[in-house]
């Protein structure tokens, strides 16, 4: 088992920067590729990024390239979210997710364990 729990999520301007974060505990974290995903009310989860066991490569939704960057720290086992030029669309509760392979996909059904979220809300 692997628990996750996010942090990081809030209410900021349209433009702002958030950073949100993902702790994990239980099974050896670098063994598992980790995604974060985002739910806004009304819609289907939907990928925002995701990143290597070791951090090497990452892979990011259309929407938000160029602005969000994934990344992780193995020895405190720990993915981060930095969110830049946020936009009133990025509005979601944010799940992060760990997947017990190299590289998973956009599908949220490859993903193993899943946090709780964390709440964003940009403002315009």
């Known amino acids: 088992q692997v628990q996750l729990v996010e942090s990081g999520g809030g209410l900021v301007q349209a433009g702002g920067s958030l950073r949100l974060s993902c702790t994990a505990s239980?099974?050896?974290?670098?063994?598992?590729?980790m995604g974060w995903f985002r739910q806004a009310p009304g819609k289907e989860r939907e990928f925002v990024a995701t990143?290597?066991?070791?951090?090497?490569?990452?892979y990011y939704a259309e929407s938000v390239k160029g602005r969000f960057t994934i990344s992780r720290d193995n020895a405190k086992k720990t993915v981060f979210l930095q969110m830049n030029n946020l936009k009133p669309e990025d509005t979601a509760v944010y799940y992060c997710?760990?997947?017990?392979?190299?590289?998973?996909?956009?599908?949220?059904?490859?993903?193993?364990?899943w946090g709780q979220g964390t709440q964003v809300t940009v403002s315009s």
């Open positions: 997710a760990a997947a017990f392979r190299q590289r998973p996909g956009v599908r949220s059904s490859e993903y193993d364990y």
């Open positions: 239980g099974r050896t974290f670098s063994n598992y590729a």
């Open positions: 990143i290597v066991r070791n951090g090497g490569d990452t």
